[in-house]
């Protein structure tokens, strides 16, 4: 016995291979307690079932059982080993499975796994003594053997729980990089784009954009003329990055042609065995092409007015389909942009084009929040081996992933032309413990105390998620306020309850030097800044903005002692 336990324990530090270890310990229980057979049962607690992991010199491959039935069942219901020489005459006894398998079980000897907290996790049985009758020592011996099991399988969980966790906070970061990619590639395109005079201008800009996002060598847009139906191809190369050459071209003419009359995305890796290739191309891009990725324009009817390509990737395994999904999203905001242009409405184009980039400028600018957050429990996650304390941290990271999206769907409703709050029951006792989590470590870094002076524990109707970026943005700005000019540190503090007319009001105090007289009128505006480095002038406007769409209101008093700021958000019922 002691041989067995001792090679187990060795094969338990050397590997987290469940099925080997198990392989190992059934083997070892046949061959010390002198059994002819031996099944590994796991409890499926969501089934209420003993389900077998491994047996040894059983034909059936697999065995359920309901917990309670049989004699391995009864010992998973009741946690008791039992020992059983004459099985046919105890009426606990299944001999289903013999008649199944033709196998004739004289006698059993079943023990209970449990894990470290005592609870039990499986059922280990032997059956058929092969010389005598199965003995107390016997189950002495079975019962080490299946600790030994169930030390194996809380390892395995354990290391297989840690691992997805590692798998899942990498793939949210993967998103993560994704999204803000993409945002800053549209902040990027819109910026381009609104500074364009010309419509050289604009395609220089797009494909400058497009060029860089796709590490592509050249570029070109295809423009149909609405009147004369005539086609211009204007080509970029990389090193230039300007609109260098334009040439006539057919209607369907080339890839862009393809893309223009069939209004489709599409790229190919093996450009010149392409039916769609043509030999005109290579003179025009001053380069033999191997590589095209292209998609459509989309006009303001619904038909395309031209079309957009990339020409050679740097990497030599060519265009990949996130690249064509880059160029969608390229090709859908620079439609929009020659559309607007082609109109000669410079006012509106002039607005449009500025309320997009500052909204964009507003989720880049709110990201610090969440990412700040990330980053620091991430920190904390790799500085803990608390399983719970990381589970705790994860969650957290999720929920600031949660905002992020939150961002990104303000920018697509804001494109469709929508303009709309979620509002809804917020227990203000969770919103304000959720506030803490994400508030107190952060502020405690640059030595700023958060105290929440919490006077009404019920329920307000708000959109939680927008909300909470105002308590972001008050307490980040309170936070800089706190620690420029030398100044280190303070108190902010949010007050939250109701006022006469039932309306929730929230305060938030800080302890700095106040606002500069000279902004203090146009604080909420947009672009006002009082100079902070890094500093864009937006928070307090997407604040204000967040407000009314709530139908509420906000307002700042301010010294030299310190600004307060005041939030009332009206309390209606229904949606």
Known sequence: ????????????????????????????????????????????????????????????????????????????????????????????????????????????????????????????????????????????????????????????????????????????????????????????????????????????????????????????????????????????????????????????????????????AFLTNDARRDPRFDSALDDVLGFPCATVVAAPLEGEDGEPMGAVALYDKADPRGFTEEDRALLLLIAANAATAVMLHTTRDAREREERLTTIGRLLSGVIHDLKTPLGVISGYVQMMQQTDSRAQRDQYAELVLRQFDAIGAMQKDVLEFARGEKSVLVRKVYLATFFEDVRAQLETQLARQRVELVIDLQDRGTARFDEGKIMRIVHNLARNAAEAMNEKGERGGRFTITAKKDAHGALVMTFADTGPGIPKEIAPRIFQSFVTGGKKGGTGLGLAITKRIAEEHGGTIGVRSSSKGATFKLRLPQHEGP
């Open 1 to 264: 016995m002691t041989s067995a336990l001792r090679e187990v324990g060795l094969a338990l530090g050397a590997t987290l291979d469940l099925d080997r270890l198990l392989e190992l310990i059934l083997e070892k229980i046949t061959v010390v307690v002198g059994a002819d057979r031996a099944t590994l049962y796991l409890l499926d607690e969501a089934k209420d079932e003993l389900v077998s992991r491994l047996a040894q010199g059983n034909t059936v491959k697999q065995i359920r059982l309901k917990v309670g039935e049989g004699i391995a069942g009864h010992v998973g219901r009741t946690g008791k080993t039992l020992l059983v020489n004459d099985v046919y005459n105890d009426p606990r006894f299944n001999p289903h499975y013999d008649h199944v398998s033709g196998y004739r079980t004289r006698s059993t000897l079943a023990v209970p796994m449990k894990n470290h907290l005592g609870r039990t996790i499986g059922v280990v049985q032997v059956l058929n003594k092969v010389q005598g009758d199965f003995t107390a020592v016997d189950s002495d011996v079975l019962s080490a053997l299946a600790t030994q099991a169930a030390v194996s399988i809380d390892n395995s969980r354990l290391f297989l729980s840690v691992t997805q966790k590692n798998k899942q906070l990498l793939e949210t970061k993967e998103q993560l990089e994704h999204r803000v990619r993409d945002l800053k590639l549209l902040f990027d395109l819109e910026s381009a784009m609104g500074r364009a005079a010309s419509l050289d201008a604009l395609f220089s800009g797009v494909l400058s954009q497009a060029l860089r996002a796709c590490e592509a060598r050249a570029g070109a847009f295809a423009m149909r003329d609405p009147d004369t139906g005539l086609c211009t191809l204007y080509v970029m190369d990389g090193p230039k990055r300007r609109v260098v050459r334009a040439y006539p071209m057919r209607w369907g003419q080339g890839f862009t042609g393809f893309a223009m009359k069939e209004n489709e």
